[in-house]
Structure formats: C-alpha cells, structure tokens
C-alpha cells in the first residue's frame, strides 16, 4: 500500500467513524431551521463568526443565505463578522483581539436575533467573548463545536457537536452542517410567511400545525422562554449531552473563561 493511499483510508476512516453520531447529533438542524427560518423571515438578521478554518465555513454559510442554496428567494441578512476587515482590525488594534466579534455583535445584534459560533474545540476567547454579547444583547446563541464538553457549548443556548477528535472531520462534517441547515431553511420560508405572529409583552407567540421535515411544531413557541431577564434558562443540549450551566441572568463578566485558549489557525 503507498503512503499516500494508507493516508487516503486514515483520514476516510475517521471519517467514516464519526458519521453515525454525528447523524444523531445533526438531527437538531432541521429544529434549528425551523427557528432560522422564522427569524430571517420575519426581519430579523444571523450574525456568524469562527477562526481559522471556521471563519471561512461562517462565511460559506452567510453566502447562500444572501444568494441562494437551490431556487430563486427573498435575500436573508446574515453577516459573517470576520470578514468584515477593517472594522476587524480596528477593533483588534483598539481593543484587544478577544473583543474582535463581541463588539461587532453589540453593533449589529438585536433581541431575538441568531449568533451561530463555528469552532472545533470550543475554547477561542473571542468567541466566548462574543456568545457572552450575545446574551447580553438578547441573542439566541448556537454553536458548531468539536467534541464536548467545552467552554463554548456552555455558554450556548444549542449546540451541535461533532463526536471526533480529528479538527479535520469536524470541520468536513461542520460543512455539511452548513447545507443542511440552508436546506432546512429553504424548506421552512414559504410556510413562515403564511404564519401570523402574536406580541404579548416580552414574548412572540407562533401559531401553526406541523413545521419542517422532522413534523416539529410551532404553535405556542415562545422566542424568550422562562429563565431570567434575556429569556435565556437551563442550557440543556439533549444529544450532546450538556446539561444546565447554571449561569445567572446576565453573569456573563467578559474575562470569567477560565483556561480558555485561542483555537489554531483551522479552529
């Protein structure tokens, strides 16, 4: 067997090994469409950030949601923090490479809007500095990590997580995510616009019967549920195994990480 033919079956292998978790995992998206969809669809924006790698997957993501996945549609607002140079650099050179997204998530974010956070290890000070804004500033935050636990799946309201310890797969199976979950928003949008939406003090009510591929439901889903002042309770992730966090409303001190480290330039 040539080496570069025992390198090819090495890296398919883990790949290979990851696939039947991650499917269980990747289950969560046609949910997390659903919920895209509503909130792209009805104004709101998807602010997306990662490192490395990530950034450039975020930013694959931000793509077809401005374009298109498959047919012709409305443009969704979706911004991809990292590629937005000079603010980035102005913000790193004034104050900090940590605070790189977090302030940019303080700009652009509003109330109920989404904060996607893409990492293979889950431990990059500016994104934890930025899942932090998100709760502050009333953002529903998700992320696509590695294997947890993490910090980051910590600080999140949901997150997908890829069960490898190869950054190489996780990204690969981080892509796949990305389509997956425009597909899920393409598939939710006409039925989003059909919907009405109700206000009732700090919560938005849906009705609706039957959502999306995986029959989820959207009548009386609230955008804040109960659990403090920014809507944000327990951080239960179900297959993935995270249970609550235990965080207090709006605890979130910019520096309270811990260990936390930057990923490499593939994170």
Known sequence: MTPQLSTLDSHLAHLAAALLPYR???????????????TLGRGGRLLVAGNGGSAAEAQHLTAELV?????????????????????LTAIGNDYGYDEIFARQVRAHGRPDDILLLLTTSGTSTNLLHA??????????????????????????????????????????????????????????????????????????????????????????TATHAAGGPKGHGPNVHGPNGHGPNGRAANGHGPNGH?????DGATS
């Not at 374009?67 to 603010?87: C, F, M, N, V, Y």
């Not at 529903?140 to 997580?161: E, I, K, Q």
């Not at 811990?258 to 930057?262: F, L, S, Y």
């Open 24 to 38: 269980q995992a990747a289950e969560r998206l046609a949910g997390w469409g659903t919920e895209l969809a509503w």
């Open 67 to 87: 374009g298109k996945l498959h047919d012709d549609r409305q443009p969704l607002s979706a911004i991809a923090l990292h590629a937005e140079t000079s603010a």
């Open 131 to 220: 899942a932090h804004a998100a709760h502050d500033t009333g953002l529903h935050c998700w992320a696509f990590t590695g294997p947890t636990p993490n910090p980051l799946a910590d600080l999140c309201d949901d997150v997908l997580a890829v069960p490898s310890p190869d950054s190489q797969v996780v990204q690969e199976l981080h892509l796949v995510s990305t389509h997956l979950l425009c597909e899920y928003v393409e598939q939710a949008l006409p039925l989003v616009r059909e919907l009405p939406r109700v206000s009732t003090g700090g919560r938005t009510v849906r009705f609706g019967g039957p959502f999306g591929p995986d029959g989820r439901a959207l009548a009386t």
């Open 258 to 262: 811990g260990g936390a480290r930057r």
